[in-house]
């Protein structure tokens, strides 16, 4: 009789989205929404988005901002999340994301604030329902599978249109149980989600291929039940209609998605990062020739839709944009001291008036000396 | 219901865990942001019945049975909270918590903080906790000085049915997470009646279970019902206890024990946790801090052994029982200042 024996399961088929190839040309005619406002749009977000990032960098390393992480090489994945989300949805972002928080309506100069170790940082003016960034690793996963729950709970009783929530990550966050917990729940209550992992192959200093002996990261999807896409992340427009695609469903109630952008962190993890220790300058050297700004850059050259005249006008009007997000982000008055207590509980428990008088009383000594 | 049947139906004395089944129906049918979910919780009403015939009430919907993940009931519960919902959820055994823990530590006692104030997590984390049910490895967890060290968060312990339903009540209402522990061993152990009013116990604050003049001894959870009997036997003796339990662990109502020390003098601290870093040390630090001159003797401590919680077979010889309390307080009964000390020379 013959014995059924172990195999690995190699026969799922994980498609691959791709409009515009490495040198910008595109390899497929462009869906309807990618007119020539949207792509000049998106060229200008992607680089402003990079523009933040340069001036967050060179903040910390003049020792004004804290620990900083770069989205250099993966604006696309950001910029395309960030637009392709309606003002009521919510996004639950990890902490790479400048690009999606500039897209969502969050100041330049509350990112600033977060990083440069000030908590108004979070308390977004707009938009006032999406969650904060996220530092420990896939935990956001399961607040958007919560979140999720919690708009199609709405959804049900007012019977207004279904939002969707979106949680964003790095490849290296598909190791966590946390990962695998949201996609089963997502998958088994149906809910309005859309996983966008930035598989930008390195999780600080292991690499993509030390992280998973899966050939994707979309396969995963497969283990609960969920569609997966694999989409070339550096290609904005790509991005931009996967994601898209994965909200419609999730909109409709068809239930959650996952899309892996495939990408290159061409920069450290953070400035706490030196990437040279565990990468090759070749590999660094060959993953700039397909990074997504020149890409697009390219694409919209050769149809006549972008020049130098263009690109100086634009650059000077993002360098206005920047100074004037750090003449506010500097000209902010500190946080009293005592604000370390005013949110820990919705009302200060009587418990804690001690050493809130205690802190004032040293904050109002200090302040005569 | 006629109003003969109501007041029938009110008057009938219910336990801790029914007690928090009728706390649990209030809050649903009054507010429908309540959301309650867990493992079993459904169609077999949690493994202690704690939800027994709720799914079947308010519907699968609003009473949920999740997937096997305690990990991914604590998160969930944060994402839903910062929408708006008032998330109730069940872990089956405290032993079982740990796997929340990142969610809880990490996200569910700060969202508040750090955005401040534009998002918070009003939710309740509920867990059947303490030993003595002849339970299997990892059921019988006491580790409530995990959580009150965790700021942000509030611990909340009641110790007999009508506390239980006036705290979770407050606790489902109150803006912030609450860990809210039930003591499984009492869960069954007394009847009262409770009516089913919707009102809420305060929190953050002690309840004096009975006066005493002679000795203080605090308590909660299942605990309060061997230091209650200590407290009747010593009275057969002309002590009279006072007994102090604290109800919410974090933040602490220390002035209540404070103000009974200042009539006894004298104060044993009885908890089934560990010793070391447990609630004991906080406030007999505490009662230090802010009572020295009125102490008349150290304050004793009536505690689990810093060991693993034993298999069942061991599990009363761990707990603090009756003859333990009783040999605490007769050590704080009895202390006498060293008479060598005084004066200095």
């Not at chain 2, 959301?35 to 519907?59: E, P, Y």
């Not at chain 2, 959870?221 to 057969?236: H, P, R, Y």
Request: with cysteine; net charge negative; proline share 6%.
């Amino acid at each position: 009789m013959h014995k059924p024996r172990l195999q690995l399961q190699t026969s799922f088929d994980i498609a691959h989205l791709q409009f515009l190839d490495k040198q910008g040309q595109a390899t497929q005619p462009l869906p309807d929404f990618a007119t020539p406002d949207w792509l000049t749009y998106c060229l200008r977000q992607m680089q402003l988005a990079r523009m933040v990032d340069d001036r967050a960098v060179k903040l910390q390393r003049t020792g004004r901002l804290g620990t900083y992480p770069s989205t250099l090489g993966q604006e696309a994945i950001g910029i395309a999340t960030g637009n392709a989300l309606m003002a009521e949805d919510i996004y639950c972002p990890y902490y790479r994301e400048t690009g999606a928080f500039l897209e969502r309506g969050v100041l330049i100069e509350e990112i600033l604030a977060n990083w440069g170790g000030d908590e108004r940082g979070q308390n977004f003016q707009h938009p006032r329902k999406d969650l904060p960034i996220c530092v420990p690793i896939a935990t956001q996963m399961l607040h958007a599978a919560g979140v999720a729950f919690a708009l199609k709970y709405r959804h049900q009783q007012s019977n207004q249109p279904l939002q969707v929530a979106v949680a964003s990550s790095g490849e290296g966050a598909t190791s966590k149980g946390d990962f695998y917990e949201a996609m089963n729940l997502a998958g088994v209550w149906k809910l309005p989600m859309v996983f966008v992992v930035n598989n930008n192959q390195w999780a600080i200093s292991v690499s993509r291929i030390a992280q998973t002996a899966t050939q994707t990261i979309a396969q995963k999807a497969i283990a609960a039940g969920i569609p997966a896409l694999q989409v070339d992340g550096n290609d904005i427009v790509a991005v931009a209609w996967a994601v898209r695609d994965a909200m419609q469903r999730a909109r409709s109630g068809e239930g959650p998605a996952l899309i892996e952008a495939l990408s290159y962190r061409l920069c450290d993890h953070t400035t706490a990062d030196d990437a040279s220790r565990y990468r090759s300058a070749q590999e660094l050297e060959q993953a700039w020739q397909w990074e997504p700004i020149k890409r697009l850059d390219s694409y919209l050259r050769a149809q006549d839709l972008w020049s130098d005249a263009k690109q100086q006008d634009m650059e000077r009007e993002l360098a206005q944009v920047m100074e004037s997000a750090l003449n506010n982000w500097e000209s902010r008055t500190p946080e009293p001291a005592t604000a370390i207590f005013d949110h820990l509980y919705a009302q200060l428990p009587a418990a804690f008036y001690e050493q809130y008088d205690q802190l004032r009383d040293e904050q109002a000594g200090a302040e005569r000396e | 219901m006629s109003e003969q049947a109501q007041t029938a139906q009110e008057h009938r004395p219910i336990t801790l865990v029914e007690a928090v089944t009728q706390a649990l129906a209030y809050a649903l049918k009054n507010d429908p942001e309540v959301v309650v979910f867990g493992q079993d919780i459904g169609a077999n009403g949690g493994v202690f019945r704690a939800t027994d015939g709720l799914q079947k009430t308010f519907g699968a919907d609003r009473v949920l049975d999740t997937p096997l993940a305690e990990t991914m009931i604590a998160g969930i519960a944060v994402g839903m909270a910062t929408q708006g919902l008032k998330p109730v959820a069940e872990f089956q055994f405290m032993g079982f918590i740990y796997p929340g823990l990142d969610h809880i530590l990490s996200h569910a006692a700060r969202m508040r903080n750090r955005t401040r104030g534009r998002l918070s997590c009003p939710i309740v984390y509920r867990a059947p906790y303490g030993g003595g049910i002849h339970a299997p490895e990892h059921h019988s967890e006491s580790t409530e000085a995990l959580f009150a060290h965790i700021p942000g968060l509030r611990v909340v312990v009641p110790s007999s049915p009508a506390r239980a339903y006036g705290l979770l009540l407050a606790a489902i209402a109150d803006p912030d997470p609450v860990l809210f522990l039930e003591p499984k061993r009492i869960y069954r152990a007394a009847r009262q009646p409770v009516p089913d009013n919707g009102e809420a116990l305060p929190l953050d604050s002690a309840f004096v279970l009975r006066e005493g003049t002679d000795l203080t001894l605090i308590a909660w959870g299942a605990s309060v019902k061997e230091t209650l009997a200590a407290a009747d036997l010593l009275a057969s003796h002309g002590i009279e206890a006072e007994v102090i339990d604290p109800a919410t662990l974090k933040p602490l109502d220390i002035h209540s024990i404070i103000d009974s020390l200042e009539k006894t003098r004298r104060c044993v601290v009885v908890h089934e946790a560990a010793r070391f870093g447990g609630l004991g040390a906080e406030i007999a630090a505490q009662i230090q801090e802010y009572a020295f001159d009125l102490l008349d003797a150290p304050v004793q401590r009536v505690t689990g052994y810093d060991t693993v919680m034993p298999y069942y077979q061991l599990e009363n010889t761990y707990l603090p029982g009756v003859e333990r309390i009783l040999a605490g307080a007769r050590a704080a009964l009895d202390y006498v200042r060293d008479p060598g000390r005084e004066g200095g020379q």
